[in-house]
């Protein structure tokens, strides 16, 4: 069956022109050593932008797009724009979609593959409507509370917290080993559900990074020493340790109810008044 699939894509490269001429202009121009996306904006016409890809239609063919990797969003300096994505990343989702292997893993998920660059910074496949996103956020297990705005504050927020976890790690002089990747994972396991340690929900106006070690006890910026946690617990743990901060809550919990709920708004507050 790939071997059939495969042919018959060959087929298809062989013969540029079943795509229409705007395609063969886009090829030939493309090949020639111009930008595909300056290529793409000055011939064809957008159907939508994301983080990652801009997509663009066919004057001439309206059964196919073109995907083109999006560099509009600048490096910021670390090999990542303000999304925290990479070169790398962004043309992984272009190699995906048109991977046989995904297509049979994933069937009906991903439209077909026709064409692509050598190094996937754009492909051509065939058009389909776009998928309902919490029909999308279902195939791929991801917490469905994760909506489009939502999506945009926590790409934001993902690479903010790399900026900060390198600054702060060079600031105690600890280990920093955590990728974008890493942290995506992270705040996709975790988004939507409660705090480990007062079950408020976690969501991208209250969710944040906790060292499970203290950095200032050594502990190092790693995927294995972090976790999320609501943006209150984590101002209540402060300098502890896990197994401390948990004996403490016990503790506080333990007090006279108005006592416990002014030593846990105190502690909220930073220990501040």
Known sequence: MKLIFENWKRCLKENLSYFGKAFVEFKNRVDAGEDALTVADDILYPLGEGSTRVVFGFPDNHDIVLKVINTKNPDLGDGEDKYGFSMKNKAVSNENEVDFQIHQGYPGLFPKGYERAQD???????????????????????????????YKKLASKMSSLKSSLKRRSEQYEVLFDIDAADIRSMFY??????????????????????????????????????????KTCNTR??????????????????LPEELSVYVMKKLAKGGRY
């Not at 917490?143 to 489009?148: A, E, G, S």
């Not at 409660?194 to 910026?221: E, V």
């Open 120 to 150: 996937y910074s754009w492909i051509v496949t065939e058009r389909v409507d776009p998928m309902d996103h919490q029909e999308m956020l279902q195939h791929f297990g991801l917490p469905p509370l994760v909506n489009k705005k939502a």
């Open 189 to 230: 396991d975790s988004y939507g559900k409660g705090c480990r340690y007062c079950d408020k929900q976690l969501t991208f106006r209250t969710i944040a990074c906790d060292h499970i070690i203290p950095l200032t006890k050594g502990g190092p910026s790693t995927k294995e020493n972090l976790q999320l946690v609501c």
């Open 237 to 254: 743990k402060g300098p502890l340790n896990e197994e401390d901060f948990t004996l403490l809550i016990q503790l506080i919990g333990d």
